[in-house]
């Protein structure tokens, strides 16, 4: 059974920085593409990073250059490190894994993966 455990979240003021994880277990880990995704309240939930199996990445515009996603195969880990937040980065994270080694351009589209966490808030203050 897949499992997905995001962690990491919290409070910070902007310009702060997180580091959010996500443990994954039920499956081989090293298959999968992963990705990182947000939902704000009323919002729909959008893509943040995605990384293929061979470490290949693709961030949104929103956060190019200030979120880094990466992922430790042997610890079953998928990392998102967070930083000079802003208020607007404020959202429920959720991380998510589908067993594919390729995704491109389409790593940001939640409809392509199949398992997902249960999430973690990050809020960001003025």
């Known amino acids: 059974q897949v499992q997905l455990v995001e962690s990491g979240g919290g409070s910070v003021q902007t310009g702060g920085s997180l580091r959010l994880s996500c443990v994954a277990s039920g499956y081989s880990y090293s298959s999968y593409c992963m990705g990182w995704f947000r939902q704000a309240p009323g919002k729909q939930r959008e893509g943040v990073a995605s990384?293929?199996?061979?470490?290949?990445?693709i961030y949104a515009d929103s956060v190019k250059g200030r979120f880094t996603i990466s992922r430790d195969n042997a610890k079953n880990t998928l990392l998102l490190q967070m930083n000079s937040l802003k208020p607007e980065d404020t959202a429920m994270y959720y991380c998510?894994?589908?067993?594919?080694?390729?995704?491109?351009?389409?790593?940001?589209?939640?409809?392509?993966?199949?398992?997902w966490g249960q999430g973690t808030q990050v809020t960001v203050s003025p």
């Open positions: 998510a894994a589908v067993r594919t080694s390729w995704l491109g351009d389409s790593g940001l589209d939640e409809y392509k993966y199949n398992y």
């Open positions: 990384i293929n199996i061979d470490g290949t990445t």
